[in-house]
């Protein structure tokens, strides 16, 4: 079965504070894909990032940073000195590589205070 | 580059109504996917086509939700007749096989209320 785990419903930050958005998910397939995506206000989702199970190098975007450790199986989310336009809904999601049913986590909501 | 396009972006309607929700994905992408986010459930797959053939609608809900897809850049999500507990927001979203494949992009959203 596939799972994904977003423990944290909601974390509140000051601007300009680091946040880690935590991703733990559970899978069977030995290939598998693993997205972020971004759920701003206006209610779009917006693809942050994508993810091959084979290859487990870290990534990072501008303030935007991913780390990913099968090991522990998680996927996890840094977002350093963050701003208000961060604040969103992130959303956490396991794809098999074989399978289009993509399964995404509950989401953490992220407010970034001025 | 256009996204997947939904409309409409915000529908009321009435208990009993029918519902049709539109969508065209990027073009070049082979599988289309209807998507509905809920509160109580999160996201979830209603049903998903490949090269316009619907593939899986197992999470379709009930007999009331029904999808097509004539062709390569339309597809509809019909509601008949809808109710109140159907309220949401139904997400259209298409990927191609190709070399960048495997990424799901969404559309921005049809957003439901059902009174």
């Known amino acids: 079965a596939q799972k994904v785990t977003q423990a944290q419903t909601e974390i509140s930050v000051v601007e300009k504070e680091d946040v880690t958005l935590d991703c733990v998910y559970e899978t069977r397939d030995t290939t598998y894909y693993l997205f972020w995506y971004k759920q701003p206000p206006s209610g779009e989702l917006v693809f942050l990032i994508r993810r091959n199970s084979f290859d487990e190098q870290n990534e990072i975007s501008g303030r935007y940073s991913w780390n990913f450790q099968k090991s522990t199986s998680s996927f996890n989310f840094t977002i350093t000195a963050s701003q208000v336009v961060d604040s969103a809904v992130y959303f956490c999601?396991?794809?098999?590589?074989?399978?289009?049913?993509?399964?995404f986590g509950a989401g953490t909501r992220l407010t970034v205070k001025p | 580059d256009a996204g997947v396009i939904q409309s409409p972006r915000h529908e009321v309607t009435e208990m009993g109504q029918e519902v049709t929700l539109r969508c065209k994905p990027i073009s070049g992408h082979d599988y289309l996917f209807w998507y509905r986010q809920t509160m109580m459930r999160g996201l979830e797959l209603l049903i998903y086509f490949n090269n316009n053939v619907p593939i899986d609608d197992s999470g379709m809900p009930e007999d009331r939700f029904s999808a097509k897809m004539p062709n390569a850049s339309f597809s509809t999500l019909k509601i008949q007749p809808s109710e109140p507990r159907d309220s949401a927001v139904y997400f259209c979203?298409?990927?191609?096989?190709?070399?960048?494949?495997?990424?799901?992009?969404f559309g921005e959203g049809s957003w439901l209320t059902v009174v």
């Open positions: 999601a396991l794809l098999p590589y074989n399978n289009n049913d993509m399964r």
């Open positions: 979203a298409s990927r191609s096989t190709g070399v960048s494949g495997n990424t799901i992009y």
